[in-house]
T-cell receptor, first 113, second 116 residues
Framework: GDSVTQTEGLVTLTKGLPVMLNCTYQ??????LFWYVQHLNEAPKLLLK?????KRTEHQGFYATLHKSSSSFHLQKSSVQLSDSALYFC????????????FGSGTRLLVSP | DAAVTQKPRYLIKMKGQEAEMKCIPE?????VFWYQQKQSKELKFLIY????????QIDMVKERFSAVCPSSSLCSLGIRTCEAEDSALYLC??????????????FGAGTRLSVL
């Protein structure tokens, strides 16, 4: 079945440094990838999404590029802020109009002053 | 931003008691999902409704939960007999049906259930 792997459970960084959160996936369908962010005691919300191969998608300073050749959709930011501390989920949806969304295990990003 | 409302925010039950939580999907959204999140970790899929009909659910939900969407503007998730392992944050999300695979899921803030 479909799966999403996020290798880091916790990433700790100092404010101003760059970050990359890893996401790889497995599917036999045409993939639609998402990044959701969940701040403490808040609902998860969409950060960005893509189904276009090799095209960079950006939102709120974060960016990701879907690479179908390597089945990856890593999330990056050039300079993290304290407010970026949150739980980040990578998610996969079948690109065939299906309803299933598979979530990764999540990566907690902690940014210190 | 879309708004999904969940009530109550917090629920405390004794082991063996029944629990019920409600969700008001975003207006116009016909797909509703419930997820379980333990200790701020991964989201576990529980059940999916399309136009108020349950189309997919995991075995745990079939065996111990009750989930319905009596109208397009209200869904509920119940636990018939709470167990300690049910302590978690229950998240409801909704989405537009058309082109479902590419549609964003909009989440409520969740109901945090504690089973003592």
């Amino acid at each position: 079945g479909d799966s999403v792997t996020q290798t880091e459970g916790l990433v700790t960084l100092t404010k101003g440094l760059p970050v990359m959160l890893n996401c790889t996936y497995q599917t036999t369908y045409s993939p639609f990838l998402f990044w959701y962010v969940q701040h403490l005691n808040e609902a998860p919300k969409l950060l960005l999404k893509s189904s276009t191969d090799n095209k960079r998608t950006e939102h709120q300073g974060f960016y990701a590029t879907l690479h179908k050749s390597s089945s990856s959709f890593h999330l990056q930011k050039s300079s993290v802020q304290l407010s970026d501390s949150a739980l980040y989920f990578c998610a996969l949806s079948e690109g065939t109009g299906g309803y299933k969304v598979v979530f990764g295990s999540g990566t907690r990003l902690l940014v210190s002053p | 931003d879309a708004a999904v409302t969940q009530k109550p925010r917090y629920l405390i039950k004794m082991k063996g008691q029944e629990a019920e939580m409600k969700c008001i999907p975003e207006k116009g959204h016909t797909a509703v999902f419930w997820y379980q999140q333990k200790q701020s970790k991964e989201l576990k899929f529980l059940i999916y409704f399309q136009n108020q009909q349950p189309l997919d659910q995991i075995d745990m939900v079939k065996e111990r939960f009750s989930a319905v969407c009596p109208s397009s503007s209200l869904c509920s998730l119940g636990i018939r007999t709470c167990e300690a392992e049910d302590s978690a944050l229950y998240l409801c999300s909704s989405s537009q049906r058309q082109g479902l695979s590419q549609n964003t899921l909009y989440f409520g803030a969740g109901t945090r259930l504690s089973v003592l």
